[in-house]
């Protein structure tokens, strides 16, 4: 396989509060997971600054103003409890969406198989209408958007592995059949939502995992509901929304994964791929807030997209 890595040149400008999971850190943490010699198959690419009104493929009309009415002159502001902005933000957004749709582009231009977007910060909670749980866009849902309106994909398809509910991407899609949405998550936990009785329009597939039921649990949730629902789909694209906030080692949920349960859930979702979409994959980070359960998890997946 031939994997590119996307890597975010500004990711630190995205200032939170001290002691914030949601940290520059984390990226500091993918860089160094992925330098080894293991890794020199990778390709390599700095993400662009991106076009952040294409946001507006997915939010509302008004949502990029308040974003950027929010935004502090200096400092650090506050869109809810948990969600920050800085002056910097939004340039960090531009650019992580500039580096997925990088990812994007050299995919279905067929320069690489798949690619791994090292971007921050995360957005598969940011809605049609709010930003919240440190998301201030939802990068994987204008990529998926983009892919159809660039490249004409008629059936994409989305695979969220973090521990929490993508809520913003189902809200976003939930009424489009042109979009599958599939999610594997601790339940109860933040955000609250991603009951397997939340089904769209036949489009949408969740599976809620108890605490501590661990890496047996994931894998049957795929192997008997998800991958079959994602197969019969038959995307055109599959995106991943790769959190490893799932990992045993992460301070925020506890589904206790370990390193080797996010390369067997990438080697299933590879595999589909291979059959119904010529390996097309963008992998674009999500969570994932202890830095050496992030970064083993982080070696896990791109290892398993590059095929070592």
């Known amino acids: 396989m031939t994997t590119l890595l996307v890597s975010q040149p500004n990711f630190a400008d995205h200032l939170t509060p001290q002691g914030h999971p949601e940290r520059a850190d984390r990226i500091r943490a993918v860089e160094e997971?992925?330098?080894?010699a293991q890794f020199a198959a990778l390709k390599r690419r700095n993400a662009p600054f991106g076009d952040i009104t294409l946001a507006e493929l997915v939010h509302d009309g008004?949502?990029?103003?308040r974003l950027r009415d929010a935004r502090p002159a200096e400092g650090i502001g506050q869109l809810d409890a948990d969600t920050f902005i800085s002056d910097g933000s939004m340039g960090v957004a531009a650019t992580g969406l500039g580096g997925a749709l990088a990812g994007l582009d050299a995919v279905l231009l067929g320069e690489v198989d798949n690619a791994f977007c090292a971007i921050r910060p995360p957005g598969h909670h940011a809605e049609i209408a709010l930003p919240m749980g440190f998301c201030l866009i939802n990068t994987v849902a204008i990529v998926a958007r983009e892919a159809q309106r660039k490249y004409g994909a008629e059936r994409v398809a989305i695979v969220d592995f973090d521990v929490h509910h993508g809520n913003g991407t189902q809200d976003i899609f939930k009424d489009d059949p042109s979009v599958f949405y599939a999610s594997s998550h601790q339940m109860p936990l933040f955000p609250g939502t991603g009951s397997p009785?939340?089904?769209g329009v036949?489009?949408?597939?969740?599976v809620a995992l108890p605490a501590h039921s661990g890496g047996e649990a994931m894998r049957e949730a795929y192997t008997d509901i998800i991958l079959p629902a994602l197969e019969n789909f038959a995307p055109d694209l599959l995106l991943i929304s790769a959190g490893f906030d799932a990992h045993i080692r992460d301070p925020l949920a506890q589904l206790e994964w370990v390193d080797g349960d996010f390369g067997w859930v990438t080697a299933k979702l590879m595999e589909v791929a291979q059959r119904r979409c010529s390996n097309r994959i963008v992998s674009l980070l999500e969570g994932g807030y202890d830095l050496k359960g992030l970064a083993g998890g982080v070696r896990s997946h791109v290892s398993t997209l590059l095929d070592l």
């Open 62 to 65: 008004t949502y990029l103003a």
């Open 197 to 199: 009785s939340e089904t």
């Open 33 to 36: 997971a992925l330098a080894g």
């Open 202 to 206: 036949g489009n949408i597939v969740n």
